[in-house]
């Protein structure tokens, strides 16, 4: 049963709310400071807390919940016959509930300009302590740190006059958890400023357990940020099908920052399969966007995941009959591509992501080594600068379809090169790219090269096109963009793109020996631009 509830919160939201439904169940409120003075202004009868210890509030509000009168009441076992004892000796009346919410260190620290002494005077000592002694003592007391749950527990004292024991517990470990992100975030702003130091601590919660990880006989767990808004596959929906894999994690993180990077101006589509676009295109329709990021790679597009920065429709559902992919990714579905979509697999993830077309909602990326954790800005941006090297100029038509061919680049493998048509006006396809290769050759005439004319002809047999294929193809190439993640080291990977006929070139240069590089460009009139910013995705 509670009777009696301690109210001492920094941030106010609803606490007026809930200590008036705590009043009206005829708790007695004991409270500090502000809250005291908020609760009296509406009418609340309040208890300070100096009159439960004998001591006034001292040092500026510094001291004043530290005292046996207040932590005898919330630790006392209640079932122990020596802790009712002394605290019946020393006239201790026992604590049911403690509403704390901790000082904003964490906003503090992070403003422009805030200096050493503001920050420390934002370090809550007496909170954490409350939170902690209720928490402790979970069993018999009803801790809460987060507004978002008065409802909840104003619910359960309405029906039954006590909070049950699973959602004590629950709360329990939520103040635990609260407190340690509190002291993590002292410790790493205290040990930068005073230790020039750099700690890491990373904060993830609701762990779930994977099928198995990216093989069979690998265990995987998926960890939620409890603190990431916006895009993200820890806020997508799954309206569908089994259970997301570790690889589907992977890959689907990767459709979804590949379709971030070339934006939302147009209907796009990713299409990904091992971490890398196999399919990316942009059209005038989802139907179109999707029908041409499958030409693609027909045959990688087998088991992939498909990405969309629109809402999924019927007739994009419509395409994918007969064609097995493992997820979608979507901001919405509409109602008939929804129900088309879950009579096609009993098996297929439809996850929904509201947030998609928002901005993401964190700066760095994390990778664990073996024995280490390195940590790195985000990669943000296409290039630096836009440098045309060579006699040939770069034309300005060609620089919205480059910087397409850019944002496929960076999403694929390293050492990546990818090529880029515009198949329809202002409409643009990745058609093929090399992922992955110890060498930027191999990427350019083994695979991207190859690739493309693989792609060509079926497109060219299955569209009936009437001119000989070397010819179709070469226009085709003719009026592609090539682009690089990183400098071209020598001068054969120009000879090789001049070979198949790719005239324009993006790259981000920086070789020693690029003036031998734009010496060949020059002479086999290829035009070459420099972006000064390298994509390396490894």
Known sequence: MVKRALLSVSDKTGIVEFARGLEQQDIQIISTGGTARILRDADIKTTDVSEVTGFPEMMGGRVKTLHPMIHGGLLCLREDTSHMSDAD???IELIDMVVVNLYPFEITVSKEGVNLDEAIENIDIGGPTLLR??????????????PDDYGSVLKEIRSSGVVSERTREKLAVKAFRHTANYDSNIDTYLSKTLLDEEVLRLNYTNGTT???GENWHQEATFYKDPYVKGPALSNAIQHHGKELSYNNYVDADNALQTIKE???RNPAVAIVKHNNPCGLATGNSLLQALQTAWDGDPVSAFGSIVCTNTEFDLKAA??????????????????DALKYLKNKSKDIRLLELPQFNEDFDVDCTYKYVIGGMLKQSRNIGL??????????????????????????????????????YEYSDSCYMMLAMGAGQPNRVDSIRKLAVTKARENLREIYDRDNIDMPFDDYCGSVLSECVMASDAFFPFDDSIIHADENNIKYIVSPGGSIRDNEVIATANRLGVSLVFTGMRHFLH
């Open 89 to 91: 000796k020393m006239s």
């Open 133 to 146: 002694s209720a928490a402790k003592n979970y069993r018999s007391v009803t801790v809460v740190c987060d």
């Open 210 to 212: 994977l099928r198995y």
């Open 262 to 264: 070339v934006g939302n």
């Open 318 to 335: 419509e395409f994918l009959e007969g064609r097995f992919v493992e997820i979608i990714l979507a901001p919405g579905y509409d109602a």
């Open 383 to 420: 290039h630096a600068k836009w440098e045309c090297v060579t006699e040939t100029s770069f034309p300005d038509e060609k620089k919205e379809l480059s910087d397409f061919c850019l944002c496929a680049c960076k999403s694929t493998k390293s050492n990546s090169v990818t090529l880029a």
